[in-house]
């Protein structure tokens, strides 16, 4: 009985480490590459000899982990370093997942984190000359400078027609996380065309590389274009609205009255001080020991306010306001009707593009090295585990071994510290800026996209205006929606003649004219004031 037990504990024992050993053999053959850094990349990854390249790689801990890492060293430097894999990796079957991790250990204020993924060098390319211009098949990871914070997605793919490869951009990336914690950043390459953005094992952004609207340009160009040898007709009429030609101007209409004139009826207040200027000789003043009569001319105290009109409605000479005119027209305008000859708004007609082409999926380029090419005003940028891999479960499992554990260290000691400095508050800002970040991230705001994080980065440096700032973003993307539910206003067809809308555009170009006017002769009645005004005497040399 003993002897049987022992049997079928020792053929559980086997099938269980045949089992380890195919499932390793299995993730094995699922990782088409991978870098720890966990040794000195000393000899594996070959640094940029190019001259502009001066920035310097070291290899490095994670701040606060025993983890090491490849680590931007210096500011204000640009970067590039390449690894030649060991067998090159075709993206055109089946899943295949891009991911690695990089930390702003000092934040990133201008500069990028994002991998290149090269081309073989047959396409013209050396370790020791890699640079910008070198080959490559996709771009991703983060890049953050100014209007621009976005996760990169760039796809280098060559025209079937021109033979020319060309860079379309992914619409609506994710943006960079705003913080100095480790992420890790995943790409989903599918078989049905579809990219994925992961951020930290959230997906940020889903595309697919043949939709019209997801890249920029599109892969696959437009079956018509506007003809370029098409002219609008010299008689083609645009204009919605002209002035009324048979309208005159009124006989009473005085287009030289004033804006402005003297109110007769005013009266001077009881109690004005006619002979008291408005501003006195500081009586606590005194002349600097340093004052040289010859050398600086003689000096004088400066003016304070006369403290004896703060007590009286005015000083020194009174005069009558000035009121607004009611004869006052200011110049006439013939009011605007209909056009009788408008056609509406003209464009070329369209015709097939010589260039469009058919794509059933993208023509992927093979990838062979891994390059970092970057330019920053930041040190402290440390990058870690990259994969290559061709299963997305493989790629979960490292973010759950080697990013989630830091990860979860450096969020918990962030926390302790924005709880000592502030009681608590930093850390409520914070949720509410990371909720706000994820806002941005809305793929309607589209071109809004860029003025909402711009706002968002202001304000994370002032945050005194969290309230407002979150009232801001709440109108952005309120008004945004509602013009997306009701739409805008419709354009008139091409090469059609279109009954334009009436309204009464007339009273409006008139009273626009009139303010404008007004505002005008505001400015030129200051000009003549400070004009006027007598020059302020010199109190000190000027040094």
Request: proline content about 7%.
């Amino acid at each position: 009985m003993e002897e049987s037990k022992r049997k079928i504990c020792a053929q559980y024992g086997l099938l269980l480490l045949a089992c380890c050993f195919f499932s390793q053999l299995y993730a094995s053959s699922d990782v088409k590459f991978y870098e720890s850094f966990d040794e000195a990349f000393d000899g594996r990854w070959i640094v940029s000899e190019k001259e502009e390249y001066s920035g310097v790689w070291k290899h490095a801990k994670s701040e606060g982990h025993d983890d090491y890492g490849l680590l931007v060293s210096e500011k204000a430097r640009k970067y590039a370093i390449v690894k030649e894999l060991d067998n090159v990796v075709d993206l055109k079957d089946g899943t295949v997942v891009l991911q690695y991790e990089v930390r702003l250990q000092d934040g990133l204020e201008c500069g990028g984190a994002y991998l290149k993924y090269l081309r073989p060098q047959e396409a013209g390319w050396t370790a020791k000359g890699f640079d910008n211009e070198s080959p490559y098949t996709i771009m991703f990871g983060p890049d953050k400078c100014g209007a621009t914070n976005k996760v990169h997605f760039i796809l280098k793919h060559k025209n079937p027609k021109s033979g020319e490869y060309v860079e379309h951009h992914l619409k609506f990336p994710p943006s960079v996380p705003a913080d100095k914690l480790t992420h890790v950043y995943t790409a989903v390459l599918k078989p049905d065309n579809d990219v994925l953005i992961l951020v930290d094992g959230e997906e940020k952004k889903k595309a697919n590389f043949l939709a019209a609207d997801d890249f920029e340009p599109p892969l696959i160009p437009a079956e018509t274009i506007p003809d370029p040898e098409d002219k609008m007709p010299e008689d083609w009429d645009e204009r919605a609205k002209i002035p009324d030609p048979d309208a005159k101007k009124p006989d009473d209409w005085d287009e030289d009255a004033p804006m402005e004139i003297v109110d007769e009826e005013a009266e001077k207040p009881d109690g004005w001080l006619d002979d008291e200027p408005e501003e006195v000789d500081d009586p606590e003043a005194t002349k600097p020991e340093d004052w040289d009569d010859e050398e600086d001319g003689e000096w004088e105290a400066p003016k304070i306010d006369n403290p004896k009109c703060a007590e009286a409605p005015g000083c020194g000479e009174w005069k009558r306001p000035m009121i607004r005119n009611p004869a006052y027209k200011g110049k006439w305008h013939a009011p605007l009707i209909d056009n009788p000859n408008y056609k509406g708004i003209w464009k070329p007609r369209d015709i097939p593009n010589p260039d469009y082409f058919e794509l059933v999926k993208p023509n992927f380029e093979p990838i062979a090295a891994i390059g970092i090419e970057i330019w920053t005003m930041q040190d402290g940028i440390l990058f870690d585990n990259i994969l290559i891999a061709s299963d997305e479960k493989v790629a979960e499992s490292y973010r759950k071994t080697t990013w989630k554990p830091k990860f979860d260290v450096e969020k918990e000691k962030q926390k302790a510290e924005e709880e000592a400095e502030s009681g608590g508050l930093k850390g409520y800002q914070k949720v509410v800026f990371d909720l706000l970040y994820k806002v941005a991230d809305v793929p309607f705001l589209g071109e809004h996209k860029a003025k909402v994080l711009d706002l968002l980065e202001k304000a994370e440096k002032q945050p005194n205006i969290t309230v407002g700032v979150v009232v801001s973003v709440i109108v952005v993307v309120f008004s945004v929606l509602l013009k997306l539910i009701f739409g805008g206003k419709k354009q008139q067809p091409a090469r059609a003649s279109a009954e334009p809308e009436k309204t009464d555009v007339a009273e409006t170009s008139t009273s626009n004219s009139q303010a404008a006017e007004e505002k005008e002769e505001q400015n030129e009645d200051a000009a003549a004031e400070d004009a006027a005004a007598a020059p302020r005497r010199r109190t000190r040399r000027d040094n």
